[in-house]
């Protein structure tokens, strides 16, 4: 499973739209997440390794008290093999608005055999 069915197979159990880079639906309550990755742990000058950079971004209205939701997000995060995620609030005047970000590492098949 690739790191974006990953994500989503974590946050969906919430019920919420989760997807990657935008959301344009109508819904108030959402995720949407983007990432960056890096080659790591080389040896003969390839990488064995590649970390994922992720950040889960997660939006309610204001009126919502979202301190459960931080929590089973990160749960949910960790429980599908990301780090524990680090958290900042960029919450505006328009709506809550939380950044998780977490690590993923999966090895790396440089000979390009992969099925992802």
Same mark, same amino acid.
């Given at each position: +499973?690739? /790191?974006?069915?990953? #994500?989503?197979?974590?946050?969906?159990?919430?019920?919420?739209?989760?997807? %990657?880079? *935008?959301? /344009?639906? *109508?819904?108030? @309550?959402?995720?949407?997440?983007?990432?960056? =990755?890096?080659?790591? $742990?080389?040896? $003969?000058?390839?990488?064995?390794?590649?970390?994922?950079?992720?950040?889960?971004?997660?939006? !309610?209205?204001?009126? /919502?008290?979202?301190? #459960?939701?931080?929590?089973? @997000?990160?749960?949910?995060?960790?429980?599908?093999?990301? @780090?524990?995620?680090? +958290? #900042?609030?960029? @919450? $505006? =005047?328009?709506?809550?608005?939380?950044?998780?970000? !977490?690590? %993923?590492?999966?090895? /790396?098949?440089?000979?390009?055999?992969?099925?992802?």
């Amino acid at each position: +499973m690739n /790191v974006n069915a990953l #994500i989503k197979a974590a946050l969906d159990p919430f019920g919420d739209p989760v997807e %990657y880079g *935008a959301y /344009v639906g *109508a819904a108030e @309550t959402y995720y949407v997440f983007n990432g960056s =990755t890096l080659g790591s $742990d080389y040896g $003969d000058d390839e990488p064995g390794h590649e970390r994922h950079l992720v950040q889960v971004h997660f939006f !309610c209205p204001l009126k /919502v008290d979202a301190l #459960i939701r931080q929590k089973r @997000t990160k749960q949910a995060l960790f429980a599908a093999g990301f @780090t524990w995620p680090s +958290m #900042i609030d960029a @919450t $505006d =005047t328009e709506s809550r608005h939380y950044v998780f970000e !977490c690590e %993923y590492v999966a090895g /790396v098949d440089v000979d390009g055999d992969d099925e992802d």
